[in-house]
């Protein structure tokens, strides 16, 4: 899995730990459950800057809501 969150791919990896007193805690917990249904799932970090077309859609959907 590809992200432009590097907060997202440090935690789903282990290498951050999630706050637990906070307001994603419950999805998080969920998406971790998710995950270990696939036996080769990755998470890698690619920077924004170096992905212009997720840039240009995240963007565009900040600005719609």
Known sequence: LYSDSEMLTLQMT???QVDRG????ETFLKCKQLAK???DLK??????EENG????????????G
Do not use: D
């Open 14 to 16: 282990g290498k951050k």
């Open 43 to 48: 998470f890698l970090h690619i920077p924004r």
């Open 22 to 25: 906070g307001s994603y805690v």
């Open 53 to 64: 077309e997720a840039n240009l859609l995240a963007s565009k959907g900040v600005k719609n």
């Open 37 to 39: 249904q696939f036996t």
